[in-house]
């Protein structure tokens, strides 16, 4: 009953809006619940990926970064208003997944100075910036002093190209009150404890750098709220450990943590003064945590306020109907100069960058998870048996018999029916992996390789190679949480077009979505959606190619993209061959993804 009254319909809300980008979609109305307010509000991104012109192809996510600038300049007038503050959270994995970033010589040529626009209290590194040499070298060149005093590196340092200078990669705590409330923080940006960085920053383990004298410091600093911020997953082993440190010290210090990384909307309680929210991927969600009776002004809490605290927390679709009503204002009152200057810049940028550019007309929907696999439906399985046995092929050895593996994670995203554009490409595939191959092997040995790779079990135990890795992100947190990867509104594909009106009955037919359950119960999203099932997929997938009609060939070509590299060699290993570096060649000097866009242009060349 109480659920029913705090259900808002936003029908009201159906004027003629369109999203900032012009090829966006138009939100569509949904049930809304409201935000909670607190003395001290966040808004959380992690995982843009790039998405930073919002989903072009699914209308509840269509809002731009241009768009969030404006909402969070309202939502801050609104808690000028109100006494209370608001801060803007980042927890990194800004970078590759989108055409925006990745389709630029040099990669996000415009992005950066996208990103800085916005006003973020508290930002730091994910481990995407971190894979190529050239990515850390802007992320330290650019968005650490674009965020001087915010940016946060807690347990990251960086090596400077000409001296080979190790450095903290930005600053690594904060000290600082709050604009309203007074409220005395101290904040740290953490990274996980990733080991796939390039060699021009070290990345040191979250335990190791908890002993360290500058953190056993500042955590006995006299403060109201300590905000843990990182690209961290809410219930791994980091935050646990930072957690403990900081009650070692502080047993009654309210803490906020924030994660990143697993892609999911989560939230997690450390204990009763102690929560954490991630704001899910893409920019599909802006994550809003509320707290309220916190002591600020540098009092000491009297303990019944103390007593009373209290923690919130909503997932946000980004969609201008969400900004709107969140706000309380309309299309005419709503954006702000500045979110409107974004996203002209945004909008500037893809067109000089050509994203739309069509390179096909996909037949129909493919799902990463959101299908089966093995099925028709399913992007793993399109790429398995139509795709990478086209692709996969050296001119002077096509007619060898080989098995092609590819890792899942390759694939970042689903094709939806209709335009398959430049952009779609970096969406779906934005990696630069390459095929590499091992010539010849005892084929009883090679067909082994995918299940042990499949299986993660023992053979990895002991490397730091994980084998769950191999798969998209999403999959690191099935267990620990629902997750909806995509929700596409199925009416409004057609970019631009007018989107479905729900119907005006009471019980309207929701949109698929996220209907997440977390920690705090089943209450959190702030737009009620139908429910999106998840499939898993396996980590890696084989193609058997030019196998022989009958019987079992006696050596193959084993195929792998190069990112797998490590995991073929000791899958290798334990199936009872013993290859090194030197037996792995060079098997097409195109990308996988170069070669996908030949297949799409040849495949799907019929007119949208
Ligand atoms: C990093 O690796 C590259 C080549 O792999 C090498 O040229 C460079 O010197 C290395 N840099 C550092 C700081 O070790
Ligand atoms: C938006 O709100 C303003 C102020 O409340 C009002 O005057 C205006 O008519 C509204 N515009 C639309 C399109 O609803
Ligand atoms: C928006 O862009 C215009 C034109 O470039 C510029 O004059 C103005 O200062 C910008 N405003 C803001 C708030 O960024
Ligand atoms: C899947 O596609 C194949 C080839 O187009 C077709 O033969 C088969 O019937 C389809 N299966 C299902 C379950 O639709």
């Given at each position: 009953?109480?659920?029913?009254?705090?259900?808002?319909?936003?029908?009201?809300?159906?004027?003629?809006?369109?999203?900032?980008?012009?090829e966006?979609?138009s939100?569509?109305?949904?049930?809304?619940?409201?935000?909670?307010?607190?003395?001290?509000?966040?808004?959380?991104?992690?995982?843009?990926?790039?998405?930073?012109?919002?989903?072009?192809?699914?209308?509840?996510?269509?809002?731009?970064?241009?768009?969030?600038?404006?909402?969070?300049?309202?939502?801050?007038?609104?808690?000028?208003?109100?006494g209370?503050?608001?801060?803007?959270?980042?927890t990194?994995d800004?970078?590759?997944?989108?055409?925006?970033?990745?389709?630029?010589?040099?990669?996000?040529?415009y992005?950066?100075?996208?990103?800085?626009?916005?006003?973020?209290?508290?930002i730091?590194?994910?481990?995407?910036?971190?894979?190529q040499?050239?990515?850390a070298?802007?992320?330290?060149?650019?968005?650490?002093?674009?965020?001087k005093?915010?940016?946060?590196?807690?347990?990251?340092?960086?090596?400077?190209p000409?001296?080979?200078?190790?450095?903290p990669?930005?600053?690594?705590?904060?000290?600082f009150?709050?604009?309203?409330?007074?409220?005395?923080?101290v904040?740290?940006?953490?990274?996980?404890?990733?080991?796939?960085?390039?060699?021009?920053?070290?990345?040191?383990p979250?335990?190791?750098?908890?002993?360290?004298?500058?953190?056993?410091?500042?955590?006995?600093?006299?403060?109201?709220?300590?905000?843990?911020?990182?690209?961290?997953?809410?219930?791994?082993?980091?935050?646990?450990?930072?957690?403990?440190a900081i009650?070692?010290?502080?047993?009654?210090?309210?803490?906020?943590?924030?994660?990143?990384h697993?892609?999911?909307r989560?939230?997690?309680?450390?204990?009763?003064?102690?929560?954490?929210?991630?704001?899910?991927?893409?920019?599909?969600?802006?994550?809003w945590?509320?707290?309220?009776?916190?002591?600020?002004?540098?009092?000491?809490?009297?303990?019944?306020?103390?007593?009373?605290?209290?923690?919130?927390?909503?997932?946000?679709?980004?969609?201008?109907?969400?900004?709107?009503?969140?706000?309380?204002?309309?299309?005419?009152?709503?954006?702000?100069e500045h979110?409107?200057?974004?996203?002209?810049q945004i909008?500037?940028?893809?067109?000089?960058?050509?994203?739309?550019?069509?390179?096909?007309c996909?037949?129909?929907?493919?799902?990463l998870?959101?299908?089966?696999y093995?099925?028709n439906?399913?992007?793993?399985?399109?790429?398995?048996?139509?795709?990478?046995?086209?692709?996969?092929?050296?001119?002077?050895?096509?007619?060898?018999?080989?098995?092609?593996?590819?890792?899942?994670?390759?694939?970042?995203f689903?094709?939806?029916k209709?335009?398959?554009?430049?952009?779609?490409?970096y969406?779906?595939?934005?990696?630069?992996?390459?095929?590499?191959?091992?010539?010849?092997v005892?084929?009883?040995?090679a067909?082994?390789?995918?299940?042990?790779?499949?299986?993660?079990?023992?053979?990895?135990?002991?490397?730091?190679?994980?084998?769950?890795?191999?798969?998209?992100?999403?999959?690191?947190?099935?267990?620990?949480?629902?997750?909806?990867?995509?929700?596409?509104?199925?009416?409004?594909y057609?970019?631009?077009?007018?989107?479905?009106?729900?119907?005006?009955?009471?019980t309207?037919?929701?949109?698929?979505?996220?209907?997440?359950?977390?920690?705090?119960?089943?209450?959190?999203?702030?737009?009620?959606?139908?429910?999106?099932?998840?499939y898993?997929?396996?980590n890696?997938?084989?193609?058997a190619?030019?196998?022989?009609?009958?019987?079992?060939?006696?050596?193959?070509?084993?195929?792998?993209?190069?990112?797998?590299k490590?995991?073929?060699?000791?899958?290798?290993?334990?199936?009872?061959?013993?290859?090194?570096?030197q037996?792995?060649?060079?098997?097409?000097?195109?990308?996988?993804?170069?070669?996908?866009?030949?297949?799409?242009?040849?495949?799907w060349?019929?007119?949208?």
């Amino acid at each position: 009953m109480t659920a029913k009254r705090l259900l808002t319909w936003t029908a009201t809300l159906l004027a003629l809006a369109a999203a900032e980008q012009p090829e966006a979609p138009s939100p569509v109305a949904a049930p809304m619940r409201d935000l909670p307010w607190g003395q001290l509000n966040f808004m959380q991104t992690t995982d843009t990926h790039g998405w930073h012109a919002g989903h072009l192809q699914e209308a509840q996510y269509s809002a731009d970064w241009g768009d969030y600038i404006s909402f969070a300049e309202r939502m801050r007038e609104k808690a000028d208003g109100l006494g209370a503050d608001v801060l803007l959270i980042d927890t990194g994995d800004r970078i590759e997944g989108n055409g925006l970033y990745d389709s630029t010589t040099p990669k996000g040529k415009y992005l950066y100075d996208i990103v800085k626009e916005q006003d973020i209290d508290v930002i730091c590194t994910g481990n995407h910036e971190l894979y190529q040499t050239d990515a850390a070298d802007r992320e330290y060149d650019a968005t650490v002093p674009n965020f001087k005093g915010n940016y946060l590196a807690s347990n990251l340092d960086y090596i400077k190209p000409k001296t080979g200078e190790q450095v903290p990669m930005a600053q690594r705590y904060r000290k600082f009150t709050t604009k309203n409330q007074g409220i005395r923080i101290v904040a740290f940006g953490f990274l996980f404890d990733f080991t796939g960085n390039a060699n021009n920053t070290v990345v040191q383990p979250v335990e190791k750098t908890i002993k360290e004298k500058w953190f056993q410091d500042a955590i006995r600093e006299d403060v109201d709220l300590f905000v843990v911020i990182g690209h961290v997953t809410l219930n791994g082993p980091e935050y646990k450990a930072i957690f403990k440190a900081i009650r070692s010290q502080k047993w009654d210090t309210p803490i906020q943590f924030f994660g990143g990384h697993s892609h999911i909307r989560n939230y997690a309680k450390y204990d009763s003064k102690a929560y954490g929210l991630q704001a899910g991927r893409y920019m599909e969600t802006i994550g809003w945590m509320s707290i309220d009776g916190i002591s600020g002004k540098g009092k000491k809490g009297d303990p019944k306020e103390l007593a009373s605290m209290s923690f919130k927390r909503r997932y946000i679709d980004n969609n201008l109907f969400g900004y709107y009503y969140h706000t309380g204002l309309n299309e005419t009152t709503f954006s702000t100069e500045h979110g409107k200057n974004v996203s002209k810049q945004i909008h500037a940028a893809r067109k000089a960058e050509n994203l739309d550019e069509l390179y096909g007309c996909a037949p129909k929907d493919l799902w990463l998870n959101r299908a089966p696999y093995p099925s028709n439906d399913s992007l793993v399985t399109w790429l398995e048996t139509e795709v990478i046995p086209v692709i996969a092929v050296k001119e002077d050895r096509k007619d060898v018999p080989r098995l092609a593996l590819t890792n899942t994670g390759a694939m970042r995203f689903d094709i939806f029916k209709g335009a398959f554009t430049r952009d779609t490409t970096y969406i779906v595939s934005p990696f630069v992996s390459k095929f590499l191959y091992i010539k010849e092997v005892p084929y009883k040995s090679a067909k082994q390789v995918l299940k042990i790779i499949n299986s993660g079990g023992d053979v990895f135990a002991f490397s730091d190679l994980e084998a769950s890795s191999l798969a998209p992100p999403e999959q690191i947190a099935i267990k620990s949480a629902t997750i909806a990867p995509s929700t596409p509104n199925q009416n409004s594909y057609q970019a631009g077009s007018q989107s479905p009106l729900m119907s005006s009955s009471s019980t309207p037919d929701l949109i698929p979505g996220y209907t997440t359950k977390d920690a705090a119960g089943d209450d959190g999203d702030d737009t009620l959606h139908a429910p999106i099932s998840f499939y898993p997929i396996p980590n890696v997938v084989q193609s058997a190619i030019a196998m022989p009609a009958e019987g079992d060939p006696e050596k193959v070509d084993l195929v792998f993209i190069d990112f797998i590299k490590p995991w073929v060699l000791l899958a290798l290993r334990f199936a009872g061959q013993i290859y090194g570096e030197q037996d792995v060649e060079t098997y097409t000097e195109e990308t996988m993804t170069e070669r996908m866009v030949d297949w799409i242009r040849e495949n799907w060349k019929q007119d949208c």
